[in-house]
């Protein structure tokens, strides 16, 4: 079976090459099965792959489909077994990535935030050779530790 981008399915179905889908439960997912005018059927695949592009729950999948613009078709529920759903790493992984992205934006702003204020602290600036002398002072009034 062939399989079809979002992007190709959005084109065939602006083209009217497509004449119905199907949303087919299969294990703990649900996929989208496409058949086009001439025939031939396809199933929704990942961006990047050939992979089939599985959907957890059948409403992300109708909402995918919603947009592309079909908005009528089947679904098909007799292979679906809820107790077989396993992750989906790839869509876990890039949640938790971009939880990390949003993180060190935030951690970034807040720290361009302080940096400014501080460059903006209104009270004045001591010298270094004044903090290095009240430092060399400090240290000279340090007892001395005897020597065993």
Same mark, same amino acid.
């Given at each position: 079976?062939?399989?079809m981008?979002i ?5 065939a179905s602006?083209?009217?090459?497509? $004449?119905g /889908?199907t ?6 997912a649900?996929? /989208?099965?496409? /058949?086009t005018r001439?025939?031939?059927g396809?199933?929704l *695949?990942?961006?990047? $792959?050939?992979e &089939?592009?599985?959907?957890?729950n &059948?409403?992300?999948?109708l909402?995918v489909? #919603? ?10 529920? $007799?292979?679906y ?7 989906d790493?790839g869509? #876990?992984g #890039?949640a ?8 060190a %934006?935030a951690y970034?702003?807040w720290?361009?935030?302080e940096?400014q204020? *501080?460059i903006?602290?209104?009270?004045s ?7 290095m002398?009240e ?5 000279a009034a340090?007892?001395?530790?005897k020597? %065993?």
């Open positions: 079976m062939q399989t981008t992007e190709q399915l959005r084109a602006n083209a009217g090459g497509v $004449s /889908v949303l087919k439960g299969q294990g703990g649900f996929l /989208v099965q496409i /058949v001439s025939g031939s396809a199933v *695949s990942k961006a990047r $792959s050939t &089939p592009r599985r959907f957890g &059948p409403l992300a999948a909402n489909l #919603r947009d592309i613009g079909i908005t009528v078709g089947q679904f098909d529920a $007799s292979e077994d809820p107790a077989d759903k396993t992750p790493a869509n #876990r #890039r938790g990535a971009m939880r990390q992205a949003h993180k %934006a970034n702003q720290l361009a935030g940096l204020a *501080s903006d602290d209104p009270r600036n001591i010298a270094h050779d004044e903090v002398a430092m060399d002072a400090d240290i340090l007892p001395m530790k020597r %065993a």
